[in-house]
Nanobody, 124 residues
Framework: VQLQASGGGLVQAGGSLRLSCTPS??????YGWFRQAPGKEREFVAA????????NYPESVKGRFIISRDNRDNTLYLQMNSLKLEDTAVYYC????????????????????WGQGTQVTVSS
């Protein structure tokens, strides 16, 4: 299984960016985005079930980030709006076999498959 993330780049604070991720070959129960800033632990950003009917976000991005998935080509997206300096990080897409609830959404160990990461840099 391969997940290919793309769409990162340099953007000014307040701007928007959309990340894409294409898991190869199959559908998973859960899809997620995580990020890791230099010197920090990997952090949960967003997650969705395969249909997009259930989604989960941490407070730090709620109302600014939107996770979605195109069922036609299995592409996962993360629309990031009103970007802040603290959103600077390497962003990873991930996929998991299990249907998740509650605190399990944000547990990186619930996701078995990971993309290689794409850098997002927000400048002032």
């Amino acid at each position: 299984v391969q997940l290919q993330a793309s769409g990162g780049g340099l953007v000014q604070a307040g701007g928007s960016l959309r990340l894409s991720c294409t898991p190869s070959g199959r559908t998973f129960s859960t899809y997620g985005w995580f990020r890791q800033a230099p010197g920090k632990e990997r952090e949960f950003v967003a997650a969705s079930d395969w249909r997009g009917g259930r989604k989960n976000y941490p407070e730090s991005v709620k109302g600014r980030f939107i996770i979605s998935r195109d069922n036609r080509d299995n592409t996962l997206y993360l629309q990031m709006n009103s970007l802040k300096l603290e959103d600077t990080a390497v962003y990873y897409c991930a996929a998991g076999e299990s249907r998740l609830y509650g605190g399990r959404w944000s547990d990186q160990y619930e996701y078995q498959y990971w993309g290689q990461g794409t850098q997002v840099t927000v400048s002032s």
